[in-house]
């Protein structure tokens, strides 16, 4: 059976998140009932990683098997034309080998977090960004980020909901940087915990406005307690940017 590995695309407002479930649409679902729109059968389509609700994605990755071959871009533009109107898109299709698993053969997932730090309403970022009415210090934001890139135990970053095994990770970039009225934080690692990267923001948020230092950040990530962490930042800043493979 050819398995193809899929870019995709989606704004995750109106959805419960990636993964199926009972109480709601998921982008998982749109993704299926496109590709059986395509193809007549019901085949099931593996992640690089479960995005919540509310947040976007311009480079999850995917895989599935179909029964037969089928040309890439046939298969892009198809799936595509059957998950219209949805606000989700297959950027590309390509086929890959028998070993290629979206979530487990990835190397590094990219996260990045949009926040418009200003007084006015937002109308075109509205449900794309959080807005923080009261001014920001970037370069604050990104030196005490510095203590969260490494090798941690990350308690105090993730949802108590988490079922990762060990709360363990190695985070090996994390950057603050603004344009104008936008600051974006990136974070770089294999792998995150449930929560983490918004846990990161909310936290630094704190710091930009003066609330936190870099000490109480490290103080924060030494507790290795959840109640030890700023508040957690709304889902609609974060997008999940790209996914690595050797």
């Given amino acids: 059976m050819p398995r193809y590995k899929l870019t995709i695309e989606y704004d995750g407002s109106p959805f419960v998140g990636w993964q199926a479930q009972a109480n709601g649409l998921s982008v998982q679902h749109v993704v299926e009932a496109g590709i059986e729109g395509f193809c007549g059968t019901a085949l099931k389509v593996h992640a690089a990683g479960r995005t919540d609700a509310g947040v976007h994605a ?3 990755v995917a895989h599935v098997d179909f029964e037969n071959s089928v040309a890439p871009d046939t298969l892009r533009d198809a799936v595509n034309a059957h998950m219209r109107p949805h606000p989700v898109a297959i950027v590309s299709a390509e086929e890959v080998p028998d070993s290629f698993e979206a979530r487990f053969s990835a190397v590094k997932r990219h996260y990045m977090y949009r926040i418009v730090n200003r007084r006015a ?3 075109l970022d509205r449900g794309q ?3 923080v009415n009261r001014p920001l210090d970037a370069d604050a934001m990104h030196a005490a980020a510095q203590a969260l890139v490494g090798h941690h135990d990350f308690t105090t970053f993730r ?4 079922q990762a095994k060990s709360p363990v990770k ?3 970039e994390i950057s603050v940087s603004r344009y104008g ?7 770089r690692a294999r792998s995150f915990l449930h929560n983490q990267v918004r846990s990161f923001v909310g936290t630094l948020k704190m710091v930009g406005e003066g609330k936190w ?3 109480d950040v490290e103080k924060a990530l030494a507790a290795k307690d959840r109640a030890a962490c700023g508040p957690v930042a709304p889902p609609d ?4 940017l790209q996914v690595d493979y050797d």
Avoid: F, H, N
């Fill in 58 to 60: 311009l480079g999850q």
């Fill in 121 to 123: 309403p937002l109308t």
């Fill in 129 to 131: 960004a959080w807005l």
């Fill in 159 to 162: 949802s108590v909901q988490c």
């Fill in 170 to 172: 190695t985070v090996d």
């Fill in 181 to 187: 009225e936008e600051i974006e934080i990136v974070a």
């Fill in 213 to 215: 230092t870099k000490r």
């Fill in 237 to 240: 800043g974060l997008y999940l």
